[in-house]
């Protein structure tokens, strides 16, 4: 009776993936193409490959690229984006002074109580403060940048290739086939964009929009790159502890193994009789 059972479950199964394959190839349509734009023109799923200090189980930051990212943060993308999981007292993990910090703080303009008065007034900013909100009145609306890197598929292999990944042109098989995909007024082609039109103008569209202190020359590339490495550490700030406890723990765990590894043989050497 069970086996019956399995038997027709195992049926149904098969019949609705069956379906499943011919709906879809219905739905390829006569001409070959899938009846979605993204689909077949987007590189959601082909991103650039990005390497960065920081990938793999033991991957640490790169403190010079993370300041480098920063900079190209605040001179180009804080206009638009906000940041506001970030406090301006957590760069101190890029490797700034106090000093450093208080001053970068100071810049920021932070509408907060007025401990005297109760009343909300504006004033600079503070180690403490986090990244204030940012007023856009531009076509669409720029997400907050701190979490984007675990929000989006590919992270910070996502935000490179976004950046990096304007088309002047659209392919004109697109427009043919769809021509609700064409770039429309205040758009952009962008085939890295879930849509594959994204309201933000290229931000990074021409080279040293940033001078880095460090003196790496700041082509759109490397500024791209920097800037995906800073949004790793924002949505991630303790993965250097995070990589670095886990470390110790396989260390541990070998040691652990090894102690006992030797004390089966001791023990097992007396009753065998070795
Ligand atoms: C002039 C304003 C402006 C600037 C400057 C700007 N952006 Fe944007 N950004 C936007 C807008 C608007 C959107 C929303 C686009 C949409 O939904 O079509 C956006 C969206 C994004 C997204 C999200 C895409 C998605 O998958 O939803 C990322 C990531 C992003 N921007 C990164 C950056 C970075 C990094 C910089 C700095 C190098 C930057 N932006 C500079 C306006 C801007």
């Not at 180690?127 to 990244?131: E, G, Q, T, V, Y």
């Given at each position: 009776m069970i086996r019956i059972f399995s038997i027709l479950v195992g049926l149904f199964f098969t019949a609705a993936l069956a379906w499943s394959l011919v709906i879809d190839t219905v739905q390829l349509g006569k001409d070959g193409l899938p009846k979605n734009a993204a689909h077949e023109f987007g590189k959601a799923h082909d991103l650039k490959p990005l390497k960065l200090?920081?990938?793999?189980?033991?991957g640490k930051f790169d403190q010079a690229q993370l300041q480098r990212g920063f900079a190209v943060y605040q001179g180009v993308c804080a206009s638009c984006h906000s940041l506001s999981q970030v406090s301006y007292r957590s760069l101190a993990a890029l490797g700034y002074e106090d000093a450093e910090l208080k001053a970068i703080a100071a810049k920021a303009t932070i509408n907060a109580k007025d401990p005297l008065t109760g009343e909300m007034k504006d004033r600079p900013g503070m180690?403490?403060?986090?990244?204030p909100a940012v007023v856009y009145g531009g076509v669409g609306s720029p997400p907050d940048l701190s979490l984007i890197t675990k929000a989006r598929h590919g992270g910070a292999s996502y935000v490179y290739s976004l950046l990096t990944g304007y088309e002047a042109t659209q392919p004109a098989d697109l427009i043919k086939h769809f021509p609700d995909s064409k770039t429309g007024k205040d758009m952009h082609y962008n085939p890295y964009f879930a849509n594959l039109n994204i309201a933000m103008a290229p931000p990074l569209a021409s080279d040293g929009l940033v001078t880095y202190s460090d003196g790496t020359v700041a082509s759109k590339d490397q500024m791209a790159k920097d800037v995906a490495a800073f949004l790793v550490w924002t949505a991630e700030p303790e993965l250097n502890q995070r990589h670095q406890t886990g470390l110790w723990w396989i260390l541990f765990l070998v040691f652990a193994t090894t102690l006992g590894y030797m004390a089966y043989r001791n023990i097992w050497a007396e009753k065998k009789g070795h």
């Open positions: 200090a920081s990938d793999g189980p033991f180690p403490s403060d986090k990244f």
